[in-house]
């Protein structure tokens, strides 16, 4: 067998074929989603991506007799570095064959990058930011993933302790039967009575984003986002451009009715929730490509597109026991398809993050999928 070698990207051609090697991983994996070849190549550009203007980013292919037989990144990420401290690194959009030697040297590659660059300890995989797509999947191989949810097979995470990772943290997936007349839907009336006592108690109201008024909307779910995360295990807040950035990325998929505000009756933002319809319901069809026919594939498929991806949700610290959460919770449900055949897959959700997991617990809720972030000391 040929030796595995591993360089660098370095042209707009590496790039496309850094983002192509999935396709070739996964191609007999029939619950891995192939996701738009445009989309992966605007998000890895680094003219357009903000992401890259405070960070310094390397990307990796691995090759066997000139064939790509996996890939990885390695970032250092300034603003992380700001936010939480330390002398951090991360990794990411690791993919590979089963492979034991290009996996290991797709790790030696990024891991001595990073260690060149006095880094001491690296957490992934992320992509690029615990913002972004992130884990290994752990548990729930035989589920589809939803919009923006990685599905990686079980040798992937086999590959990572062989070389040395330890688990950091896992992230789990809930899984909803939304619809209220579902059949044994389980519904907590404590959460009903909660979201009640801070619509009349607290003059809060919920509403739809106004689609007419975006960019500001954007801007108020910015304020709450990073507020209400700002305390979980490897969160760093987004700027103001890179919420622009992800919010443009997402317009196509955006539907105003699953995007929500908590507002107080002098217009104070106090909690926001954002939603998507599950489009990777349709993205098999389009085999990565919005041509020749992935736009019609898109267009005739969205409207039979029955789970949601409950992306964000979340409250400012001064309003989290007022029960703004739970009238959130409820507007989802008010929201649902009155035949009851909507479903939703909520997270990331740390495990450590009881409240929250609970809450969803108490909504009937059921962890189908759980993700890990690995870590390792460096040098």
Known sequence: MAKVTVRRVESRRDLKRFVRVPFDVHRDSPNWVPPLIRERMEFLDRSKNPYFGHAEVELFIAERDGEPVGTISAQIDRNWDAYRGGNDAQFGFFECRDDPEAAEALFDAAMGWLAERGRERAFGPMDFTTNDEIGVMVEGFEYRPVLLEHWSPPYYAELFERN?????????????????????????????EAAQKSLDENGITIRKMRRSDMANEIARFHEVYNEAWGDNWGFVPLDPDEVEFHAKLLKVVLDEDWAMIAEKEDGEVVGAALTLPDINQVLPKMKGRLLPLGWFH??????????????????????????????????HMDTTDPDGIMKGEAGWILETNEPMNRALEGMGGEVRKKFRVYEKKLG
Do not use: C, N, S
């Open 164 to 192: 040395g990772f330890t688990k950091a943290i896992d992230l789990w997936m809930w899984h909803l039967e939304m619809g209220r007349l579902k059949e044994g839907l389980k519904f907590h009336p404590a959460i009903h």
């Open 298 to 331: 898109f267009l005739t498929g969205r409207r039979k597109i029955d789970t949601v991806r409950i992306l964000a949700l979340g409250v400012k610290k001064a309003y989290q026991q007022t029960g703004v959460a739970a009238a959130l919770y409820v507007k």
